[in-house]
């Protein structure tokens, strides 16, 4: 089975075309990595005949930082992108421009296959690694469409300020929370656009739902799931879905395994249904923890922590001096006195003193994966953090 790599396909995207009308199945990796490529040779190996052809892998990991393979389908993946098209609106799209990494299920799907699919023109960028680039690109296109996720909009405020992109129509978010508390300047940035929440998972090849900005004002609604997806809320507010665009297998450090149609596949996300057929994420199921009896979700903190911070803020967790489990607020770019005293504020009007975070910490930048996600095993693991307050004193 061939194996591509993001750094060769950039050099000659063609490449990628090639392996997609190719009859063999391939696998498309970030980049070169001789233990990686090694694992992923042997998870191929236990693929079963018939997912050597018309199959395609990307690489993910969750949380944990470990690697998982997943095999989805080249047609259910053209069907998405069609479904796509037309839920998102997208007929007068005449290109995306790419922020993200291609070998990222969002990027991939919703930008490559629909390019390729509706026959539409790809458009790299270097990214947020070279802002002044990217910015002339946005400044240029014309009727296209943009995909980012949530963590690159306070990236956005700090590089490109002032700037507006009006030849962007189409924008979408997903990869993480929907950036609600930025929508002021998502929408002062792109004047024209068309803004979604996109909600899904790597196991569904990405998508499951969707929500247009305009349909609720709750970043943690993630609209109605798209047409033939099923989703339901399971033991513990568990979210999993069924979806006939979904991976049909995954490889990781427990072998091999294959998802059957009739299985309902954890999303990893905590969910409930609400009116209207809408559906609203709780948090990650890592994200909500128990302290002192008490169920503690940090999505819930980091939305109060964005009704008065405009920087980056994120949450590694950490046990506290007595063992118990808590959590280390870390906020970027350095925040003066002001700015802690009116996030203690909002802990105090909003939640519990046992919900409230250890430690407020900040760095200069937050670690960031490939994808844009916060990268929370690095974050932890970061010297100099400047601290601010903590709940306990340090005999």
Same mark, same amino acid.
């Given at each position: 089975?061939?194996?591509?790599?993001?750094?060769?396909?950039?050099?000659?995207?063609?490449?990628?075309?090639?392996?997609?009308?190719?009859?063999?199945?391939?696998?498309?990796?970030?980049?070169?990595?001789?233990?990686?490529?090694?694992?992923?040779?042997?998870?191929?190996?236990?693929?079963?005949?018939?997912?050597?052809?018309?199959?395609?892998?990307?690489?993910?990991?969750?949380?944990?930082?470990?690697?998982?393979?997943?095999?989805?389908?080249?047609?259910?993946?053209?069907?998405?992108?069609?479904?796509?098209?037309?839920?998102?609106?997208?007929?007068?799209?005449?290109?995306?421009?790419?922020?993200?990494?291609?070998?990222?299920?969002?990027?991939?799907? /919703?930008?490559?296959?629909?390019?390729?699919?509706? /026959?539409?023109?790809?458009?790299?960028?270097?990214?947020?690694?070279?802002?002044?680039?990217?910015?002339?690109?946005?400044?240029?296109?014309?009727?296209?469409?943009?995909?980012?996720?949530?963590?690159?909009?306070?990236?956005?405020?700090?590089?490109?300020? /002032?700037?507006?992109?009006?030849?962007?129509?189409?924008?979408?978010?997903?990869?993480?929370?929907?950036?609600?508390?930025?929508? *002021?300047?998502?929408?002062?940035?792109?004047?024209?656009?068309?803004?979604?929440?996109?909600?899904?998972?790597?196991?569904?090849?990405?998508?499951?739902?969707?929500?247009?900005?305009?349909?609720? *004002?709750?970043?943690?609604?993630?609209?109605?799931?798209?047409?033939?997806?099923?989703?339901?809320?399971?033991?513990?507010?568990?979210?999993?879905?069924?979806?006939?665009?979904?991976?049909?297998?995954?490889?990781?450090?427990?072998?091999?395994?294959?998802?059957?149609?009739?299985?309902?596949?954890?999303?990893?996300?905590?969910?409930?249904?609400?009116?209207?057929?809408?559906?609203?994420?709780?948090?990650?199921?890592?994200?909500?923890?128990?302290?002192?009896?008490?169920?503690?979700?940090?999505?819930?903190?980091?939305?109060?922590?964005?009704?008065?911070?405009?920087?980056?803020?994120?949450?590694?967790?950490?046990?506290?001096?007595?063992?118990?489990?808590?959590?280390?607020?870390?906020?970027?770019?350095?925040?003066?006195?002001?700015?802690?005293?009116?996030?203690?504020?909002?802990?105090?009007?909003?939640?519990?003193?046992?919900?409230?975070?250890?430690?407020?910490?900040?760095?200069?930048?937050?670690?960031?994966?490939? /994808?844009?996600?916060?990268?929370?095993?690095?974050?932890?693991?970061?010297?100099?953090?400047?601290?601010?307050?903590?709940?306990?004193?340090?005999?």
């Amino acid at each position: 089975m061939k194996i591509l790599f993001q750094g060769d396909v950039l050099k000659d995207v063609f490449c990628l075309d090639e392996a997609w009308q190719a009859d063999d199945s391939f696998v498309f990796l970030p980049d070169r990595n001789g233990s990686r490529e090694d694992w992923i040779r042997k998870g191929i190996e236990k693929l079963p005949g018939e997912m050597k052809k018309s199959h395609f892998g990307l690489l993910t990991s969750g949380s944990t930082g470990a690697p998982k393979l997943i095999f989805g389908v080249k047609s259910r993946s053209e069907k998405l992108a069609r479904v796509l098209h037309e839920m998102q609106e997208s007929e007068p799209a005449h290109s995306a421009v790419l922020m993200l990494p291609l070998t990222y299920c969002y990027s991939f799907v /919703n930008q490559w296959v629909w390019s390729r699919v509706m /026959n539409r023109k790809l458009i790299i960028t270097p990214g947020l690694k070279y802002p002044g680039k990217t910015a002339e690109v946005l400044g240029t296109v014309d009727e296209a469409m943009l995909c980012l996720v949530g963590a690159q909009v306070p990236l956005f405020i700090n590089y490109f300020r /002032n700037q507006v992109f009006p030849g962007i129509i189409r924008l979408h978010f997903a990869g993480g929370p929907f950036p609600q508390q930025h929508m *002021d300047a998502v929408q002062h940035f792109f004047p024209s656009a068309k803004i979604f929440n996109n909600y899904g998972c790597a196991e569904a090849m990405p998508r499951l739902s969707l929500r247009a900005l305009g349909e609720s *004002d709750e970043g943690a609604n993630i609209g109605r799931p798209i047409r033939s997806v099923e989703l339901k809320s399971g033991e513990d507010d568990e979210l999993l879905f069924r979806s006939p665009y979904r991976a049909v297998a995954f490889y990781d450090d427990s072998g091999f395994h294959e998802i059957r149609d009739e299985e309902w596949v954890p999303t990893g996300d905590l969910g409930e249904p609400i009116e209207n057929g809408y559906w609203r994420i709780k948090g990650r199921a890592n994200e909500v923890y128990k302290r002192f009896g008490e169920k503690i979700a940090l999505p819930q903190l980091l939305r109060s922590v964005y009704g008065v911070w405009t920087g980056q803020a994120a949450f590694y967790r950490e046990a506290d001096p007595n063992g118990e489990e808590g959590h280390i607020l870390v906020l970027c770019p350095v925040p003066d006195e002001e700015a802690v005293r009116k996030i203690l504020q909002q802990f105090r009007k909003n939640h519990p003193r046992a919900h409230w975070p250890l430690r407020i910490e900040s760095v200069d930048h937050i670690p960031l994966l490939m /994808n844009g996600k916060v990268d929370y095993l690095s974050l932890k693991r970061m010297d100099r953090k400047k601290e601010h307050w903590r709940q306990f004193q340090v005999s």
